[in-house]
């Protein structure tokens, strides 16, 4: 069946590294994938994402490139910000399965000064 | 852009009350919301699919008598959580999609922002 997998946290980053959070997935057919983030106490965001093979997703600043030969969608930034600790999770969408998204785990990104 | 409330945010209550919690779409009407479940180490659990004038899916080892959902209205959703217990306290997440765009891969889902229920 469908299922995401996500690398596990948490992450740890000084401000201003550079962030790749892995994502890959397995499905039939050709899923739309999402990144949403997730600030503590909050729900979830959409962050970007891509619904076809080498379509790239991007917004501040975080980018995620969907390949479909590798199945992957890993989440990247070139300069992180303290601001940007949240927990990030991977998701699909295949509309034959009955309107539900399929998510990761989760990874928890903590940015320090 | 589409926005989802969902309220309260927190709640306490004793063990054997109920608590119900709201999820409505405020500028989009949704035929199917969702509600998950997240655990203290961050993954959601999909508890089940309310749809618009029908009865909720459950997923497998949910149970639908003590989670009640009702979906009233293209725009509300509510989860009943009946005779609450300790082991129920947890982060409840409604979500939903947007049903002028739903039927495409492309549409994201809208999520509230939680409600946080302790049930004492």
């Known amino acids: 069946g469908d299922s995401v997998t996500q690398m596990e946290g948490p992450v740890t980053l000084s401000e201003e590294a550079f962030l790749t959070i892995n994502c890959t997935y397995t499905?039939?057919?050709?899923?739309?994938l999402f990144w949403y983030v997730q600030y503590p106490g909050e729900g979830l965001q959409l962050l970007l994402k891509?619904?076809?093979?080498?379509d790239k997703g991007s917004n501040k600043g975080f980018e995620a490139t969907y390949r479909k030969e590798t199945t992957s969608f890993h989440l990247e930034k070139g300069s992180v910000q303290v601001s940007d600790s949240a927990v990030y999770f991977c998701?699909?969408?295949?509309?034959?399965?009955?309107?539900?998204?399929?998510f990761g785990d989760g990874t928890t990104l903590t940015v320090k000064p | 852009g589409a926005v989802v409330s969902q309220h309260p945010s927190r709640v306490i209550c004793k063990s054997g009350t109920s608590v119900k919690i709201e999820c409505r779409s405020l500028?989009?009407?949704?035929?199917?919301m969702f509600w998950y479940r997240q655990f203290p180490k961050q993954s959601l659990m999909l508890m089940a699919t309310?749809?618009?004038?029908?009865?909720?899916?459950?997923e497998q080892g949910v149970e639908k008598d003590k989670f009640l959902i009702n979906h009233a209205s293209l725009t509300l959703s509510t989860l009943t959580v009946t005779s609450a217990h300790p082991e129920d306290s947890s982060f409840y997440i409604c979500s939903a999609r947007d049903r002028r765009v739903a039927g495409l891969s492309n549409s994201p889902l809208h999520f509230g922002n939680g409600t946080r229920l302790t049930v004492t």
């Open positions: 998701a699909m969408f295949h509309n034959t399965n009955a309107g539900k998204s399929t």
């Open positions: 500028d989009f009407q949704a035929t199917t």
């Open positions: 891509a619904t076809k093979a080498d």
């Open positions: 309310s749809n618009e004038g029908s009865k909720a899916t459950y």
């Open positions: 499905a039939t057919g050709y899923p739309s």
